[in-house]
């Protein structure tokens, strides 16, 4: 792939997903099905809008099925599957329609609260989509209407896991088929947090006194949805949050808001202000020690330590009554560190919410400041 974008002041080139790579692979492999025609390359366009044309490997056809692959490719990001073969296998069944699932090097999902129920292959819903889409079009194209099987597989998947969140998370035996856009973009911190700096400057240029951040989409979506404050007045921090409030505080800010999926402001009750997974992931350690504190039986308290994600741990704490105290012992946490690093001068509160359970907690002064930045 030969795009590019300037980031940090350099050059680096895009990549494309292991999704991009599932949907690319199970196209190609479906038109020499259903067609008997070989296929060398293969174009898709991604959910970014960006179109690929990628080299088809590894070709195998044997009588009613067709195996082939392509190489993931994530440009001048770090990524460790990297250089691995991501192969689709099609064939024909009597079942109508299409179906997808995991082979070699594709992990099972086991834990709830993932983007797959239990006992699924991890292929998250966009690639699953993607794949389907792909698939559909060369049916149509080839007339078919019969049922498809599409299989996904990744040699080295298991090994290439234990580098990842996997196993913690819960997907054993392999890989996630990953990637809501279809396309990689290479991630530069100072880059990141320039952009933030620039927004942030920009917002206290035309008068704001009061900001409001978020890390990410989730949040916008509940700013809109449940705060009706219109999102765009929210910056998003992405998992910098410390690099945030210290560049509010440094140009002025009278106070600061900070909304966001417990997934991400969990880990500000343990003063951790970088949120990338890369630099730790304290959230069920926390949700377990605040829930040991209100005297939990340890048999629950193992469940939530083992939870996949936020909201299968807040199942247990909701199942024995102590969600409520817990939240709120959480915002209190969550102020308490956001009032060191921010300093005196500065106000600061937090909301935090799950998809599943709506608001969760927020900071006492969190409505004052709502009113103040929807004036604002």
């Known amino acids: 792939m030969e795009q ?76 460790v599957t990297k250089g691995m073969l991501i192969f689709a296998s099609v064939s024909y069944v009597e079942k109508l329609g299409i179906s997808i699932d995991g082979g070699q090097g594709i992990g099972r999902v086991t834990k709830p609260g993932l983007d797959q129920p239990v006992g699924a292959a991890a292929i998250n819903s966009v690639p699953r989509r993607m794949i389907r889409e792909n698939v559909e079009e060369v049916c149509r194209l080839a007339d078919y ?24 998370l819960g997907i054993v035996g392999g890989i996630s088929i990953l990637g809501t856009t279809g396309i990689v973009e290479p991630m530069s911190d100072k880059a990141l947090v320039d952009t933030i700096r620039a927004e942030l400057n920009q917002r206290k240029a035309l008068g704001a006194e009061y900001v ?24 998003m921090t992405s998992n910098f949050i410390g690099d945030a409030l210290d560049i509010c505080k440094g140009l002025g800010f009278k106070g600061v808001l900070l909304v966001g999926h417990i997934g991400k402001l969990v880990k500000l009750a343990g003063g951790m202000f970088n949120t990338h997974s890369q630099y730790g992931d304290c959230r069920m350690e926390i949700l377990t020690a605040q829930a040991a504190l209100c005297g939990i039986h340890a048999k629950r308290a193992a469940e939530i330590m083992n939870a996949a994600v936020c909201d299968d741990a807040l199942r247990v ?39 599943v359970y709506g608001l969760l907690g927020k900071t006492e002064n969190t409505d004052d400041l709502i009113d103040k930045i929807r004036k604002g």
Not at 149 to 167: L, M
Not at 224 to 232: Q, V
Request: neutral net charge; contains cysteine.
């Open 4 to 79: 590019y974008i300037e980031k940090d002041g350099k050059r680096l080139r895009l990549g494309y997903t292991t999704g991009s790579c599932a949907a690319a692979a199970a196209k190609a492999a479906a038109w020499m099905l259903l067609t008997g025609k070989p296929k060398e390359k293969i174009s898709i366009q991604t959910p970014k809008g960006i179109p690929l044309i990628l080299e088809v490997k590894e070709i195998s056809i044997e009588g009613s099925r067709v195996s082939c692959a392509i190489e993931k490719d994530s440009g001048d990001d770090p990524d």
């Open 145 to 168: 209407s019969g049922g498809i099987s599409v299989v996904i597989s990744a040699p080295g998947g298991e090994e290439i896991a234990q580098k990842t969140f996997n196993p913690r």
């Open 212 to 235: 409001l951040l978020t890390p990410g989409n989730y949040g916008y979506d509940f700013i809109r949805d449940s705060l009706h404050i219109d999102p765009e007045k929210a910056v």
């Open 317 to 355: 704490l909701s199942g024995e009554n102590i969600l409520k105290e817990i939240m709120e012992r959480l915002a209190q946490r969550i102020g308490y560190y956001l009032r060191i690093r921010a300093g005196s001068d500065m106000e600061t509160g937090t909301a935090f919410f799950s998809k």
